[in-house]
């Protein structure tokens, strides 16, 4: 089969992270016979630097026209400036909305051979394996009034946590179909006992449970959710939440697997096209060194396989060549080993 990929490598770590998923996508065409025709494009600090803008029109049309996209990272110390005109996060968050990509996915696993590597006690992450799904669109980041002004002599600030009930429907169903596939149990996270917006959330997550009765769903305060992620991961499978939840309980729940380069993502919009790209940022500390963990960016390859193209086998196929590589002893200077990002992948590509 034949698909159109895009790939936006961005800044520092990105463009070495992506090189070597092209490499694990390329082994993956060859042993199944497939056709990906990457279209490179600049998005984020580069796209600045070159265009003055983070992410322009036609590379938003090019995204769009494509069978998914995959991202490396954005940003660095050289457009932090907080009066630039734009920031290359804008170009993220301008992508995002361009694909109406409404549900981010992080699958959180940790790896029997990496327990040491994480903060928390050995016993606690036997058998951890988490799905967290953060609503992308909605909530506070966007609703309005959002604003700075003065009143008086005071500064004032507001921002709004709004939600829709079509937008916690979509987001709940398809957590629910996801745990389906997995241990069938859901936890929707919210703060009910403060928050109309939370209520909403709670009253549409258990009718949505009703059409799914062989999966079990709790309802779970932000805090204690926050706790039990770290005192009982193991006892949870698939986590649907608002999006500033989503957003503390998703860098919170990548601690689990020891390192941020190990982690995958997956937004994924109503039927469009996907994004993928590994939860970290663009590591300016050691871009350019070569030693950048690319296990994050070739497991969203995995995600793009399995969600965009539905090519389920070969997704399985690269998840246990990362899988068997890293039972083996490789490790790159994250996880405390010596290898460099193309030896980590080179190792991984053995395992084919
Ligand atoms: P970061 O994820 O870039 O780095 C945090 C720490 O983790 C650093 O010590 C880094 O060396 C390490 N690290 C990250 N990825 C790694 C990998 N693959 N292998 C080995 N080590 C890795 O977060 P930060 O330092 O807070 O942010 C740096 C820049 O990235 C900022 O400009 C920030 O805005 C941006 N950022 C972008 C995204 C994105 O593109 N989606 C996400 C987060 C941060």
Redesign the pocket.
């Known amino acids: 089969m034949e698909f159109k990929i895009t790939l936006l490598p ?5 463009p070495e ?1 992506v090189e070597e998923a092209v490499r694990v996508l390329d082994v993956i065409a060859a042993k199944y016979n497939h056709t990906f025709q990457y279209q490179e494009r600049l998005m ?2 580069c796209s600045i630097d070159r265009y003055g803008t983070s992410l322009t029109d036609e590379t938003l049309s090019d995204c769009q026209s494509s069978d998914a996209v995959l ?7 050289k ?2 400036d907080p009066n630039a005109k734009d ?3 804008r170009g ?1 968050l301008a992508l995002r909305k361009g694909l109406s990509v409404f549900a981010n996915l992080r699958p959180v696993k940790v790896h029997a051979a990496l327990i040491g590597a994480s903060p928390l006690k050995p016993e606690r992450l036997q058998g951890v394996d988490i799905l967290v799904i953060r609503e992308l669109t909605g909530g506070l980041y966007f609703g309005q009034p959002k604003l700075r002004e003065m009143r008086g002599d005071c500064e004032y600030a507001v921002d709004t946590l709004e939600y829709y009930d079509y937008e916690i429907k979509r987001i709940v169903e398809l957590a629910f179909k996801l745990a389906e596939g997995r241990k069938q149990k859901v936890t929707s996270v919210d703060k009910a006992n403060v928050l109309e917006s939370s209520r909403l959330w709670r009253r549409v997550a258990t009718d949505v449970g009703k059409k799914y009765p062989d999966v079990n769903l709790e309802h779970q305060l932000v805090d204690s959710a926050a706790m039990r992620l770290i005192t009982g991961p193991a006892t949870m499978d698939v986590i649907v939440t608002e999006n500033m939840f989503g957003d503390i309980l998703t860098d919170e729940a990548s601690v689990l697997a020891g ?4 982690l995958p993502s997956a937004s994924l919009s109503e039927a469009g096209v996907g994004l993928y ?10 871009a350019g060194k070569g ?7 070739i497991l969203s390859t995995a995600l793009l396989l399995r969600y965009s193209l539905k090519l389920e086998e070969e997704a399985a196929c690269i998840e246990q060549a990362v899988d068997r590589a890293i039972t083996d002893g490789a490790r ?3 996880l405390g080993g010596t290898l460099t ?1 193309r030896q980590m992948t080179d190792e991984i590509i053995k395992h084919f």
């Open positions: 961005g800044d520092g770590i990105g992270v984020g600090g991202l490396g990272a954005v940003g660095g110390p457009w932090d920031r290359p996060e993220l390192s941020m380069g190990m790209e590994p939860i970290h940022g663009s590591a300016p500390d050691i030693i950048a963990n690319p296990i994050g960016t790159t200077t994250d990002t």
